[in-house]
């Protein structure tokens, strides 16, 4: 519900407007707005809307790619590598003689700079371009009158002076002046916070006493405003962010966003990576200064080192990663609209649905139309037709199924020139019946009602049977009652037929007219269970979710579907069920029941809360208007194309079929995205970790940096470049069989299983390349070298250590993808294994290539190093491989 506590100017000025419309003459609003009631010419609407924008509230601005590109340059890794190119033209080639102008170190840091923008860019680029394809292949359109003619257009183009077609479903596009309506009642309910529906009237105006409620104006409906039943043609006077609430709008969705879990776990990861860094960065700097005397140096150093701790392309490999989901869901007919939802989606453990068309064929039928003695009777069906045919709300199977029936079965034609309408009472979830008035050929008023058993027979004082009307006595309700018991336990849904002669009078119908009924028959209703709806559950059950039914049904028919596709029918609960129970006791209700009846769309969204509070990621399956209020409580809500407005919007996932199965593969890719996703988080802060303990380790007992800052940038750089591999990386079944849910609570354990494993080796390779190579190669040790030999053996040091850390960083990727033993009994994708293995040899083969060494400012390495480096790479995976058992001992899940 909005509130408006302190309206400002400009919301004043948009009443003031509303205030004048409202109170106008119709025609008088079409002169002000330069339109007609046969709508604009297209070429006029084209320029309203180029004039004032599309009809978007609260829309986030997309990106140009100018911005992209701006992004893509402008991130800390490019930035601290701009700074040292800049230090370095300063200090190696303006301010130095002619002879030692060497311009190679800034030339490569401004090529890495290039290397990482561009392929942000490119990324990023590709990424949009995607998520802007799959969002085209679902949106929601408003019937509008352009020139004469009705087209169904995109939401977002319509235009103030557009003359807009309502019906029972849609969702009011923009504010807009009725100028036509029938029996059109709507539900205001975001707007006003009331949940009954109220009716329009388009030749009412407000009355003097109710000019300050403009939100009960007759007349006039706004953009949000949901129709329930009947029919209107309205005229637009307010779009987008110049609708009465679209600044109010614009701020809430700001201020309500419904995170995902994904995207609380990103921030969680982000608040530890930022600590880590400020702790450890300055550290490494005060520590190098103090021991090695240089402050420029040592902060250049722990600058690269706060940048290095940093995973560069979280953003990139996360995005790419959910887009890579996006794409393969849409080749299996899922839409995402949501990107952050594909995770929610796979972590899913309950799945919360209607049964009609996600466990049933969506082929009702009607079956049989008893009078009370159980025999056929035309007239049954007749009463039944003017109830469907004339009621203007959302004709749902039901509706269509009586239709269908009455037109094999009746001359209807004839039923039509017999009957009009006269009004009608539409459906709610509280009544649960409606009701038209229709006249016959003698001008006789007839009430004719239909509606859920219960309901029925509240609202029913008699009964006909062989043409003659008797009291409704307690005897034959219970008798009712039966039969409806018995016809429900073969899996059809029973409502009741009732009417009323001579009701109120015209203008004045109301649900309190729906009193002293005469209840006529049964109307007996078959959906069949889907075919492969019993196989789809049982994989659901195999994959950790559980399907919870939740329905506005009765028990009997909910539990034979139930027991028809597999889903545990022992416990059933009705809203009633939950009536002056405690929280506690609620919370326990939800967890040991399957089956929820006689639900209204409140009752939906208490029960999904209530399963979230016990620590559950809940999945809302729905298409109709009263699925809105669940879907909206769902962790993550899916639609289908053929949804109702307002429940596409309320989606996050969108199926182009009504189909369990599909509903099943998207649950596994959002798994595998998941999956991907942990595995570059994971792999990538245990790797940093072990690079701090080693520069920790370094800084302390050294005389001197273990690699340059450049050296360090670029050790990153190939790395990251390596990691964009990841998102095409594959997942094994055993993962995919159980639900994630993002939690950094075991991230430190994690890294402080495997961060130091990396550090080991390190140290190792500090004192082979100390005490045995670089003096080797010095022809000195350190202890008695000069300064020219000390030169040397740095570059030597740099090198050797640059090799070994790359490596083993390479190789933690293909050792921590998986709980089995690497290159044995796991092994990765071809794009994973090329892009690991070919970092590793670029990153080998830099030192021995004398340009790129004297550029890198390498010193030379003899060719057994790298097989000494082999050796420990050996040693390091079978180590991980050790500690990964033992950890697995302690923990469920790897990853």
């Known amino acids: 519900m909005l509130k408006i506590t302190n309206p400002s100017k400009k919301m004043m000025n948009n009443i003031k407007l509303v205030r004048q419309i409202a109170q106008e003459d119709k025609f008088a609003t079409l002169q002000r707005l330069h339109t007609s009631i046969n709508g604009l010419y297209s070429a006029d609407a084209e320029q309203r809307l180029e004039k004032f924008g599309p009809n978007e509230v609260a829309k986030k601005p997309s990106n140009t790619r100018i911005q992209f590109l701006v992004k893509s340059f402008l991130t800390p890794f490019t930035i601290v590598l701009l700074i040292l ?46 998520v802007e394809d799959l969002l085209e292949m679902v949106s929601v359109t408003t019937n509008i009158r352009r020139s004469g003619k009705n087209l169904e257009l995109p939401t977002k183009e319509v235009v103030i002076g557009d003359i807009i077609n309502l019906s029972a479903g849609d969702m009011v596009p ?105 702790i450890i960065a300055p550290t490494i700097f005060v520590i190098n200064w103090l021991t090695k005397g240089n402050w420029l140096d040592a902060l250049l150093f722990g600058i690269a080192t706060a940048v290095g701790l940093t995973p560069e392309m979280l953003p990139v490999i996360v995005t790419s990663n959910l887009v890579k989901g996006s794409i393969e869901m849409s080749k299996q007919g899922t839409i995402v609209k949501t990107m952050s939802s594909i995770q929610n989606f796979g972590s899913a453990d309950i799945l919360c649905t209607d049964k009609t068309g996600t466990l049933t064929q969506n082929k009702v039928m009607l079956e049989r139309h008893y009078d009370l003695n159980l ?20 004709k749902n199977l039901i509706d269509r199924s009586i239709i269908n029936a009455a037109n094999n079965e009746l001359d209807v034609n004839e039923i039509n020139h017999d009957y009009s309408k006269v009004d009608e009472i539409p459906f709610d979830f509280k009544r649960r019946r409606v009701s038209v008035v229709v006249a016959n050929a003698e001008n006789e008023h007839v009430l004719v009602t239909k509606g859920a058993a219960e309901e029925m027979l509240a609202c029913s004082t008699r009964i006909e049977v062989n043409g003659k009307i008797e009291p409704l006595t307690d005897e034959r309700r219970t008798k009712i009652m039966e039969e409806i018991d018995r016809m429900s336990a073969d899996g059809m849904r029973i409502i009741l037929l009732g009417y009323k002669k001579d009701p109120a009078a015209v203008g004045a119908f109301s649900p309190a007219d729906e009193k002293d009924l005469i209840l006529t028959g049964f109307l007996a209703f078959l959906d069949p269970p889907k075919e492969g709806a019993q196989d789809t559950i049982k994989v659901l059950n195999e994959d950790g979710i559980k399907v919870k039914i939740l ?46 009846v006689k639900l209204s769309p409140e009752d939906k969204a208490e029960i999904i809360d209530l399963l979230k509070k016990n620590d559950h990621t809940v999945a809302y399956m729905g298409d109709g208007i009263n699925d809105a209020s669940a879907m909206k409580a769902a962790d993550v809500a899916v639609s289908v194309d053929t949804a109702v407005d307002i429940a596409k919007k309320s989606a996050d996932i969108i199926l182009l079929e009504k189909d369990l199965a599909i509903l099943e593969n998207g649950v596994t890719i959002g798994r595998r995205v998941f999956g991907n996703t942990m595995k570059y988080i994971e792999t990538t802060l245990s790797s940093n970790f072990g690079n701090i ?49 993002w939690s950094t609570k075991k991230l430190p354990k994690f890294m402080l299983y495997f961060g130091p494993i990396s550090s080991i080796f390190d140290v190792i390779t500090f004192a082979l390349l100390f005490f045995w190579i670089g003096p080797q190669v010095v022809g000195s040790s350190w202890t008695n070298a000069d300064v020219g030999q000390r030169t040397l053996f740095i570059t030597v040091f740099a090198a050797g250590w640059f090799v070994e850390s790359l490596w083993t960083q390479e190789m933690v990727i293909q050792v921590l993808r998986d709980p089995k033993i690497p290159f044995i009994q796991q092994h990765s994708s071809a794009a994973v294994a090329w892009a690991t293995l070919g970092a590793g040899i670029i990153g080998g083969a830099i030192p021995f290539i004398k340009p790129l060494a004297k550029i890198m400012k390498f010193g030379p390495l003899p060719i057994y190093y790298l097989g000494l480096v082999g050796v420990l790479l050996i040693l390091y995976i079978a180590l991980t491989t050790l500690v990964k058992h033992c950890y697995l001992k302690q923990e469920k899940f790897l990853l």
């Open 375 to 394: 025999q056929e009777q035309p007239d049954i069906l007749k009463y039944s037709y003017l109830n469907a045919y004339f009621q203007t709300g959302m």
């Open 174 to 278: 923009a504010d807009m002046r009725l100028l036509k309506t029938k029996d059109l009642f709507c539900s205001s309910s975001s707007l006003n916070g009331e949940s009954e529906p109220t009716e329009k009237i388009a030749n009412a105006k407000p009355k003097a006493d109710d000019l300050k409620n403009y939100l009960a104006y007759p007349n006039i409906v706004y953009e949000g405003t949901t129709i329930v039943s009947g029919s209107g043609v309205g005229v637009v006077f307010a779009t987008g962010e110049k609708t009465v609430f679209g600044k109010i709008a614009q701020n809430i969705s700001r201020n309500q966003i419904k995170e995902t879990s994904f995207d609380l776990g990103i921030k969680e990861i982000s608040k530890l990576l930022l600590t880590m860094t400020a």
């Open 693 to 741: 303990l080693s520069l920790l380790i370094a800084s302390i007992f050294l005389p001197f940096l273990p690699m340059s800052p450049v050296q360090l940038l670029i050790l990153e750089l190939i790395y990251s470049l390596s990691c964009l591999s990841i998102p095409f990386d594959k997942m094994n079944q055993h993962y995919l069989q159980v639900p994630r849910k």
């Open 551 to 596: 329905t506005g049904d009765t028990a009997i028919v909910a539990r034979k579907i139930a027991v028809d596709v597999g889903i545990n029918a022992d416990i059933v609960y009705s809203a009633q069920d939950f009536v002056d129970k405690t929280q506690a006791e609620k919370e326990e209700m939800v967890e040991e029941c399957n089956i929820f």
């Open 85 to 130: 190119a800049a230090i370095s033209f300063f200090s190696d080639f303006l301010f130095v003689p002619q002879a030692q102008k060497d311009p190679s170190t800034s030339i490569i840091m401004i090529i890495m700079v290039l290397i990482s923008g561009i392929t942000s860019y490119i990324q990023n680029i590709k990424t949009n371009d995607a």
